[in-house]
């Protein structure tokens, strides 16, 4: 009879010790909504930021870059850490870091204090971000159960991206800009306890080192691209403020390449790139990462410094474009199966140039509907549009047993477009903009922005109908 109530009570022990799945899932998709969130949370922030803290123009966009670099850079580093030293700790830790970031960056006094907070949100989101999907899929069971999962978890990053405009403009609407980022610490203390408590930990067989020179170099070197590239609107191309850091690049991309072609453990295995497949939907997606990243940037600023939205105004006023982006990607699947991969990325593609284009016209007394809602709806449709097929060739290029690698290089092809291209259309922007406030001179620093990304669009629609194969081998 002892024995029996002993295993009784035991039983009792295990069921309360073993955490519903559900609530797995609930803290790997928390995870995910503030990585993907505070993306896009900080955009209707930026003029409030730049009046406070007295930032320059091109200073500005170092607040979203200096985000988007770190966390590209070492993405990849921070899914191989997962593998190596766990997922559940390298989940706690990333989301430590990212919340710790945000505090010190909600609290900042001067500019530098901001940038230096969105660097560190950045690399916690990198480490954080890659575990959220492996502890999902770790914890539900293969079937229908999974797929379920998944498919909240992709809808739940879609939601945060989607949200980012809105819940910004709310926080600085009704208290402050800082609170686009203090607001992340109660939350990410929350979800840290129960991570803590709840989460199992599980990690791969695969003990091999992690890549750090690979992660430092690649992320210097996109930096210090990024930082040249921001200095020739005020210095010119030929000034040495200019080129050192545009040569430093160069030399560290040049070594990040050199490394990876001999280290035992790449970060970016080269060989990946020999396939059609891998290789040419990367170049695609670094192509549309580089104009579409913009259209934020661009848009929030363009409604509030130009039209003279407030940031809640300005939240709501993307809402539309955040619902398309979504559309979007419900779509492509199913005319994927109708017209393969390819064509519905060179339409998707096609359909953002003519919203680039049509954005391109704006004025600095332009209607809602055709200054920011209609454009913007096709910009992000045809995001939408793209991405999906990219990412599906992207890893039918691959054996299986690499798909999670190649589905982390073409994000962070993505990221790393977009950081480079904001640098450049900021810089264009800023230079026919001449350091001026007046309406008229920053809308038409705005227009010459979108009509460059019309252009660099078209060419990537070009590139995607010439190298991408039609279809996988799986439709």
């Known amino acids: ?69 770190a966390f590209a850079g070492f993405m990849l580093l921070g899914g191989r850490a997962g593998d190596l030293y766990g997922r559940k700790r390298m989940f706690l830790v990333g ?56 498919a909240t978890w992709t809808a739940v990053g879609a939601g945060g991206g989607a949200a980012g405009g809105l819940v910004g403009g709310l926080l600085v609407d009704g208290l402050s800009w800082r609170w686009v980022l203090l607001i992340n610490v109660p939350i990410g203390a929350v979800v840290l306890l129960g991570a803590l408590r709840l989460l199992p930990e599980s990690r791969a067989g695969d003990r091999r080192r992690l890549d750090l020179p690979g992660a430092l170099l690649v992320t210097s070197g996109l930096g210090a691209l990024a930082y040249g590239i921001s200095q020739t609107e005020a210095a010119g191309w030929t000034a040495a403020v200019t080129l050192v850091p545009l040569i430093a690049g160069l030399v560290l991309i040049g070594l990040f390449l050199w490394v990876e072609a001999r280290t035992a453990a790449p970060l970016m295995p080269l060989a990946l790139f020999g396939r059609r497949a891998v290789s040419s939907a990367n170049a695609a997606m670094f192509v549309c990462g580089s104009a579409m990243f913009c259209m934020w940037y661009f848009m929030t600023l363009y409604a509030q410094n130009v039209l003279g939205y407030s940031p809640l105004e300005a939240g709501l006023a993307l809402v539309p474009s955040s619902l398309a982006v979504v559309g979007g990607s419900k779509l492509a699947p199913r005319l994927m199966r109708i017209a393969g991969e390819r064509n519905v990325a060179v339409l998707g593609t096609a359909v953002a140039v003519a919203g680039f284009a049509w954005q391109s016209t704006i004025t600095s007394d332009g209607a809602y509907l055709t200054a920011i809602m209609f454009p913007g709806i096709l910009m992000m449709l045809g995001a939408g549009l793209a991405a999906t097929p990219l990412a599906a060739l992207a890893t039918s290029g691959a054996p299986a047993g ?52 019309a252009l660099v669009l078209g060419a990537g629609a070009v590139l995607m109908a010439v190298w991408l194969p039609r279809r996988t081998k799986t439709l």
């Open 95 to 150: 989301l430590a870091l990212f919340t710790l970031a945000s505090l010190a960056g909600g609290l900042a006094r001067e500019g530098w204090e901001l940038l230096a907070a969105r660097a560190a949100q950045g690399l916690g989101a990198a480490v954080l971000a890659p575990s959220t999907l492996t502890i999902l899929t770790a914890a539900v069971p293969e079937g229908g159960a999974r797929a379920r999962a998944i």
């Open 402 to 453: 690499e798909a999670g690698l190649v589905s982390g290089l073409i994000n962070t092809s993505r990221t790393m477009g977009g950081s480079l291209g904001l640098a450049v259309m900021s810089t264009i922007a800023a230079a026919r903009t001449r350091g001026s406030a007046d309406p008229v001179a920053l809308t038409e620093g705005y227009a010459l922005a979108f009509r460059a990304s």
């Open 1 to 69: 009879m002892t024995r029996m109530l002993r295993a009784a009570a035991d039983s009792r022990l295990t069921r309360r010790s073993t955490p519903s799945t559900w609530l797995v899932v609930a803290l790997a998709c928390a995870g995910q909504f503030l990585v993907v969130l505070d993306v896009s949370v900080v955009n209707v922030a930026l003029p409030s930021m730049r009046a406070d803290l007295h930032m320059s123009g091109s200073g500005l966009q170092w607040v979203v870059n200096a985000y988007a670099i």
